[in-house]
């Protein structure tokens, strides 16, 4: 591998990031490159490009590889969303997300006063939403993939068969949810185990399934032996989810949602994804201010921010949901004059309340964990894509005979409007519960393009956080020439409307910035918080090679060639 690294202390090139000169920190590769959660996908993608494969044979391999490696998030039992933009600079954006199953009703989680029961749709078999994973990258494979598919998934199964060495991050995962699983799934289930740090699990059912898959294709997942076992595994357990409901599910091919934010065009995710729409927004909103002269993280730049922010999540929880179930205005959302007059009540010398924040008024015509991975091939093909169970290893329900966890997904509709979600995301009657609906999604997965060429693929797990830690790097290249591992690891901070709080990453930030703001009346939180986001990135530098920034919150990995 290391042959075909070029380290940053001998790179010749002058190391100009597009017209200003910054420095790569990050891993650099000439000619290809993956990011994501755990070195042996990431390394699996690569070795997938290196026979000639291109991104989304990658993208194929990578997705799996995180369903062995890193079954906190990775699966076969969720689903995602993916971002593509090819070498000639065709865009477009696959929906692999979950959906409700044939028997889910709107009500299904309340109590006869008609109040959400807690845990119900978190912690129970009802909360398992019909798979999309498996799906989605034969999708992705019929499409736009090169190699045949037995010989992507071959390396996948030789993963699952020779085990994955367990981190120091993953020990402390699995002890901390130890309890849950063993309440669950019984003290004999895989992951229910003790397991220490250099330990190897092997996943041996996992390998069955994808070798049966490997053979029969993506109907096998849902309509062969692997549904027929999944099926009979949920209705033993208490979940509403049928043979029909596998049958019928299929990913769709879905328009990006584009635009500027000044010499930069960026293409993300539509809805039923937020992550697009509140991108633009905030982006909008934060663009006549000049954040680069503010300076990095300082009071008057996340105060610009997070007012941006705010008013971009009163609007998704109002307005957004699944495009086949609901008429949304994301053209008049993403109107100049519409933002201008949203950021109107902005005052630089005194906090909004999100109390005195609702939607805005418009004109018709999704984890705690989730993980991201980025991929750029060496013939110019970019994706992003982002891939989720919703919490910590999902619903916890995990298949002993299949070899993978369910989604907890249900929890990202609306439960009960204004009531909120594990994430603290309150919800409307736009994102409520209905038979093959699929939920909102936080899942931000993001490509950049800089004077019409390829310079950036982003994204990030963090549910609720994932659009402002991707907001937060592409500024961090954008307005203050940060490097692409530099952006990755700079301090992050997260304001969604509800609960009207500022939250910082621990131990980050400047008191005097938190004084600064509290004196213009902002609610700061400054308990210890989960990490804000783990993003995975590549920056297409001047020369054409690749820096990859690996979110070190994470045991996530870059690798490349």
């Known amino acids: 591998m290391k042959k075909f690294i070029v380290l940053l202390c001998i790179l010749s090139i002058g190391c100009k990031a597009q017209n200003t000169s910054v420095q790569p920190t990050g891993l650099i590769a000439n000619k290809a490159m993956v990011v994501s959660a755990r070195e042996e996908a990431s390394k699996i993608g690569v070795e997938i490009m290196k026979n000639g494969g291109n991104a989304f044979d990658a993208m194929v391999a990578t997705e799996l590889a995180l369903a062995v490696a890193y079954p906190y998030a990775g699966n076969l039992g969720g689903g995602g969303f993916m971002v593509y933009r090819k070498a000639n600079g065709e865009t477009g954006t696959l929906d692999y997300r979950e959906k409700a199953p044939l028997a889910a009703t709107k009500d299904m989680?309340?109590?006869?006063?008609?109040?959400v029961i807690a845990g119900k749709s978190t912690k129970t078999p009802l909360a398992i939403g019909i798979p999309g994973t498996i799906a989605g990258v034969f999708a992705v494979h019929k499409k736009l993939g090169s190699l045949p598919m037995k010989e992507i998934l071959k390396p996948v199964i030789e993963l699952a068969e020779r085990g994955v060495i367990v981190t120091q991050k993953q020990e402390e995962r699995l002890n901390s949810y130890r309890e849950e699983l063993i309440k669950i799934n019984g003290s004999n289930s895989v992951l229910s185990k003790v397991y220490k740090e250099n330990?190897?699990?092997?996943?041996?059912?996992?390998?069955?399934?994808?070798?049966?898959?490997?053979?029969?294709?993506?109907?096998?997942?849902?309509?062969?032996?692997?549904?027929?076992?999944?099926?009979?595994?949920?209705?033993?357990?208490?979940?509403?989810?049928?043979?029909?409901?596998?049958?019928?599910?299929?990913?769709?091919?879905?328009?990006?949602?584009?635009?500027?934010?000044?010499?930069?065009?960026?293409?993300?995710?539509?809805?039923?994804?937020?992550?697009?729409?509140c991108l633009a927004q905030i982006f909008k909103m934060i663009e006549p201010y000049d954040l680069s002269n503010m300076g990095h993280n300082s009071a008057a730049a996340i105060q610009v921010i997070v007012e941006a922010e705010r008013r971009?999540?009163?609007?998704?929880?109002?307005?957004?949901?699944?495009?086949?179930?609901?008429?949304?205005?994301?053209?008049?959302?993403?109107?100049?004059?519409?933002?201008?007059?949203?950021?109107?009540?902005?005052?630089?010398?005194?906090?909004?309340?999100?109390?005195?924040?609702?939607?805005?008024?418009?004109?018709?015509?999704?984890?705690?964990?989730?993980?991201?991975?980025?991929?750029?091939?060496?013939?110019?093909?970019?994706?992003?894509?982002?891939?989720?169970?919703?919490?910590?290893?999902?619903?916890?329900?995990?298949?002993?005979?299949?070899?993978?966890?369910?989604?907890?997904?249900?929890?990202?509709?609306?439960?009960?409007?204004?009531?909120?979600?594990?994430?603290?995301?309150?919800?409307?009657?736009?994102?409520?519960?209905?038979?093959?609906?699929?939920?909102?999604?936080?899942?931000?997965?993001?490509?950049?393009?800089?004077?019409?060429?390829?310079?950036?693929?982003?994204?990030?797990?963090?549910?609720?956080?994932?659009?402002?830690?991707?907001?937060?790097?592409?500024?961090?290249?954008?307005?203050?020439?940060?490097?692409?591992?530099?952006?990755?690891?700079?301090?992050?901070?997260?304001?969604?409307?509800?609960?009207?709080?500022?939250?910082?990453?621990?131990?980050?930030?400047?008191?005097?910035?938190?004084?600064?703001?509290?004196?213009?009346?902002?609610?700061?939180?400054?308990?210890?918080?989960?990490?804000?986001?783990?993003?995975?990135?590549?920056?297409?530098?001047?020369?054409?090679a690749l820096e990859g920034g690996a979110d070190f919150r994470g045991d996530d990995k870059a690798a490349g060639f």
């Not at 997942?221 to 076992?229: H, I, S, W």
């Open 312 to 544: 971009a999540y009163a609007d998704r929880s109002f307005f957004l949901g699944d495009p086949d179930f609901v008429k949304m205005p994301l053209k008049a959302l993403m109107d100049e004059t519409y933002l201008k007059q949203r950021m109107s009540s902005f005052n630089l010398d005194k906090a909004t309340l999100s109390s005195d924040i609702k939607e805005g008024k418009v004109n018709y015509n999704e984890s705690m964990e989730t993980t991201h991975y980025s991929i750029i091939d060496q013939f110019g093909n970019a994706i992003s894509a982002t891939t989720t169970l919703n919490a910590g290893y999902g619903s916890k329900y995990y298949c002993d005979a299949l070899g993978f966890f369910l989604n907890n997904e249900m929890d990202d509709f609306s439960a009960k409007a204004g009531v909120p979600n594990m994430f603290g995301l309150v919800g409307n009657e736009a994102n409520s519960i209905a038979p093959e609906k699929r939920m909102l999604s936080s899942m931000t997965p993001t490509i950049v393009e800089k004077n019409g060429k390829l310079f950036m693929s982003v994204g990030s797990p963090g549910g609720s956080t994932i659009i402002t830690s991707v907001l937060q790097t592409i500024l961090n290249v954008a307005e203050y020439n940060f490097s692409m591992q530099q952006a990755v690891n700079a301090p992050r901070f997260h304001h969604q409307w509800l609960p009207d709080l500022i939250t910082f990453e621990p131990n980050t930030f400047d008191t005097k910035t938190f004084e600064t703001l509290k004196g213009k009346g902002y609610l700061i939180n400054e308990k210890t918080t989960p990490v804000i986001g783990k993003v995975d990135a590549i920056l297409v530098l001047p020369s054409g």
């Open 109 to 115: 989680f309340l109590d006869k006063e008609g109040n």
């Open 199 to 277: 330990d190897i699990i092997k996943y041996p059912t996992l390998a069955n399934t994808l070798r049966r898959i490997s053979k029969n294709g993506r109907d096998e997942f849902y309509k062969g032996e692997t549904a027929k076992t999944l099926v009979a595994y949920l209705k033993e357990k208490g979940a509403i989810i049928t043979m029909e409901d596998l049958a019928k599910y299929e990913a769709k091919w879905r328009d990006p949602i584009t635009f500027k934010y000044k010499d930069l065009n960026i293409i993300s995710m539509a809805p039923p994804s937020s992550g697009g729409i």
